[in-house]
């Protein structure tokens, strides 16, 4: 999966097409399985979403309960404008 379907999963997420328990669990190994290709074509882009959407993803939490306990923890609202911040920036490394 190049880079373009990596930024087209974040899209089809931050559009509401891909939920975001899914989106959660499945980037982390996309970006995986795409990271020496993308590191090599494009090393910025690659080091901004190795470096952050791994650990925002790791933060959602949909269990209300659960993200009591824990501060760091994201609703699906924060989780979707943390990737929207990092979609932005990668967009912009793009072009």
């Known amino acids: 999966m190049g880079v373009n379907g990596l ?13 975001a328990s899914d989106f959660s669990f499945d980037f982390p190994d996309l970006l995986n399985e795409s990271g020496p290709e993308l ?8 080091n ?6 791994p650990e925002i ?18 609703n699906e609202t924060q989780f979707k404008e943390q990737v929207q911040r990092v979609y932005e920036k990668a967009v912009k490394l793009m072009q």
């Open 48 to 53: 901004l979403l190795n470096e952050d959407l």
């Open 57 to 74: 993803c790791s933060y959602f939490e949909p269990d209300d309960e659960a993200r009591n306990q824990r501060p760091e923890y994201l």
């Open 39 to 46: 590191e090599e074509t494009n090393p910025e882009l690659y």
């Open 7 to 19: 930024m087209g999963t974040i899209k089809e997420f931050l559009e509401g097409k891909y939920p």
